[in-house]
């Protein structure tokens, strides 16, 4: 009866894929809504997940000398009033704090929708000469964006993110660096996540207000929409001039410092969970899951299940992150259900007959696969199995990515392709915000980027049949 | 000329402690200033100083089963008022969200000044039976409050911090667990900042605002004054009846859980400086530096000094987190200066004479001596150099907490004692605010705490001479 429910509470993916993500998001508790309207709870299992994707890529970031630091939560109004585009694309989605300690404050502070201005101006104070470039700064923080409508993890008001700022004395290294923490977010997201990405960069109505170029990491979801994990933005002079960041070069002449900045947040859970997931529940990627292998004793209270139980769960948890569900008011059907919903890449079933054999059962999240063992192979038994879990998730990904990418070389086709298989679709485009702008209206997807693989499909432009030499990737979007 | 210069730039630690303090934070580059008032930049260096203590102290609390989460930055006004005395303790110095996304709010948001009010609410939503018990979070934040004089790291508006929130199914498991985590809070601060403290129990009057108890480590500075480094609250019942945090116990019946909560923050980084620094600067505990050893070649440009200081760097970074300082614009003397300025615990001299007898020379920051030490067994001298340091720098403080804690038996010796040698007293006390109060008045002393280790001095208080059987530490504060 028990297990019946547990799955039954979830909506079927294919009925209503919206529903079925907050499903997941609930029942594998990652998160929870709060009093905070738009703003949710990261729950340990949900936070967890975060703490290992941050571990990893905060590394890679230390490989290549980024530094960490902190910057405040709170911006005065007029240095977010410095640099144009970016005021226009960022204040109308801004919190406000107005009054603090009792008293209305002389200038409104915003709370950081993303920290240019703040850093900008540290950053202008701090910076005397070439001597002292580049700098290379991160921080982990929360930031804020009003946004209407909210998702969990993926448009929350509030959301966790890491944001880089590099400052370079040219313009080579400052794009050499915008590229170099690309490839770090294209790592991670494929060789941690087990996502296939597209690399590309932005079309000009498409890229951050305020930088000259962004270049972004995009993945396709289950239902064909694309989720923009990662953007690096090459900023130029942009935030430099109005900012002041200035320095003097070895010939004592001043300069205006070329600029960068990246970030990626907590939604790349929300791509995890709807890359991944299935009617089961959660599928997590093995190098981040909270849980690597869960081990479900059989008959626990007959003769030597729970030492033997016990014994393994000893041996692995040194060197996987192991969990031993001696729970004993559920069945292990429930428990079955119950480490499918939370995405546990393996399940361990161990009972009087395999203890006899010594062996045991190893079950495949991914597929299902029951795998026989010998209990002196465990430990390298497992490590196979994960990474074979691992490629299986990527390839899964992966063929769904070509499968669900299309190409088309006029409207017509444009229009059909997106509404018979909801996905990618490469086309050519003559450049124009207009066709941009048409095909948003025709079809809801948006330019996600001018792939770094160009390839000339056509020289027309899809949309309005003119001379076009970009090709670009399409999609409706997260 | 530089060299002069440098050292110059710092105020005399004897002179003006506070203007030396402000001097080290600016100059050895752990914060500056910025455009928010009251909120500071942490620095890479002084926020590597963070990541340390944060590494060491997560991993203490999830050796204890406690996991990492995160709740909301902003509270509803109406969760902030639940609880009374949390209120009034913390309204004041609160800032509100009233204006967002371009529209006014219905209801006001304060910035969290702590999280006892959001974390409660959720608790009362996930809590149904005993099972589920205990729930043992903590989350790594910022948190805002509004005060009005602020000085980097010990009073930030904003500051970085952890707060872990427990819930239980009985009241002496609760209480265990705050004592736990105190301890926890004892061990950083004596074994990784090298700092001596005095473990107690506040007073009423000081307690946290709604806490039924509060623990807490003090410990002392340079000038005698008082840091609190680090509290842990029992809050009995008090946030979960007006809360409803309830559970069914195991005869099916409902009852509220007991709670607590228990926080450190970036303070801590005040502590080091003002516990260990000195007239050359920083004096950093070897677990948490940054940087543990510097390498500083001599004459570099001679034959073979580069090369070996480049070997020496790659050996002992494999181990400590090591730093080769090849700036060409600088004197050996400038460098020797700035890295003391740091704080680095060791600094390693190397030029071409020691090379030719395949030495170098150790120089201890704490004490300044010179070490000689052969090239072969320099992995081995390091490590054992720096436990002396770490040992040294905690007996220093050590005999400045034992030398300037004083025994008072009444008010005039207490006065006396507290204006002539700035400190603590250790003072019997009758139980009574208004003593606390006088005392505070004429002294500017708070109580620190009624010690574990309590010892019967008299049988009368310190301030209105009647019956008293409780030994109080009193201390002027930071």
């Known amino acids: 009866m028990q297990e019946k429910n547990y799955v039954k509470e979830i909506t079927n993916i294919d009925d209503d894929f919206a529903k079925w993500y907050t499903d997941i998001v609930i029942k594998a508790e990652l998160a929870d809504y709060t009093d905070t309207k738009g703003c949710i709870v990261i729950k340990p299992y949900g936070y967890e997940i975060w703490e290992n994707i941050q571990k990893y890529m905060d590394n890679e970031f230390k490989k290549v000398n980024i530094k960490n630091t902190y910057f405040p939560l709170l911006i005065p109004e007029n240095l977010l009033q410095k640099e144009k585009d970016h005021v226009e694309g960022f204040a109308p989605e801004v919190a406000w704090v107005s009054e603090a300690g009792e008293e209305k404050l002389e200038e409104r502070l915003c709370i950081r929708p993303t920290s240019e201005t703040i850093i900008s101006t540290m950053y202008s104070k701090w910076l005397k000469s070439y001597r002292d470039l580049p700098f290379l700064y991160n921080q982990w923080c ?48 494929e060789n941690l996540l087990a996502i296939p990405t597209v690399k590309g960069i932005k079309t000009p109505k ?54 960068t900045s990246w970030g990626s947040s907590t939604r790349l859970i929300g791509g995890i969970i709807m890359a991944h997931g299935d009617n089961r529940g959660l599928k997590l990627p093995p190098k981040i899951a909270p849980i690597q292998v869960v081990i479900v004793p059989i008959n626990m209270h007959k003769d030597n299940v729970y030492e033997k139980s016990l014994e393994l769960y000893n041996i692995l948890n ?28 393996i399940r361990i079933e161990i009972g009087p007959r395999d203890i006899e054999k010594n062996e045991c059962v190893i079950v495949r999240r991914d597929t299902n696969e029951k795998i026989v063992t010998k209990l002196e192979n465990i430990d390298k038994d497992i490590q196979n199995i994960l990474d074979l879990i691992h490629n299986n998730m990527y390839n899964e990904c992966k063929k769904r990515l070509e499968d669900r990418t299309t190409i088309a070389y006029n409207l017509e086709e444009f229009i059909n392709q997106m509404n018979t298989k909801q996905g990618f679709i490469k086309a050519m485009w003559c450049g124009s915000e207009e066709c941009e702008n048409k095909i948003k209206q025709l079809t809801s997807a948006k330019s996600r980027c001018l792939p770094f693989n160009q390839e000339k499909i056509s020289d027309k432009c899809v949309c309005c049949g003119k001379k076009a030499d970009k090709l670009v990737i399409w999609g409706r979007q997260y």
């Open 206 to 259: 498409e890229k951050f207000s305020g930088a000259e170029e962004t270049y972004t990491i995009e993945t396709m979801m289950y239902d064909g929409k694309a989720l923009q994990t990662a953007t690096s933005h090459y900023f130029g002079q942009n935030f430099s001039i109005p900012f002041n960041i200035k320095f003097k070069n070895k010939e004592e002449k001043e300069e205006y410092a070329y600029q």
């Open 142 to 189: 929360n930031v804020l964006r009003w946004e209407k409508e909210t998702r969990p993890f993926l448009r929350s008001r509030e959301f966790l993110w890491q944001e880089g700022h590099t400052i370079h004395a040219t313009e080579k290294e400052a794009r050499d660096r915008t590229l170099q923490m690309l490839n770090i977010y294209d790592d991670v997201v």
């Open 318 to 345: 040194k060197k996987y992150r192991t969990n031993l569900d001696i729970r004993d008011q559920y069945t292990p059907g429930y428990k079955f259900n119950f480490w499918e919903m939370k995405g546990v890449p």
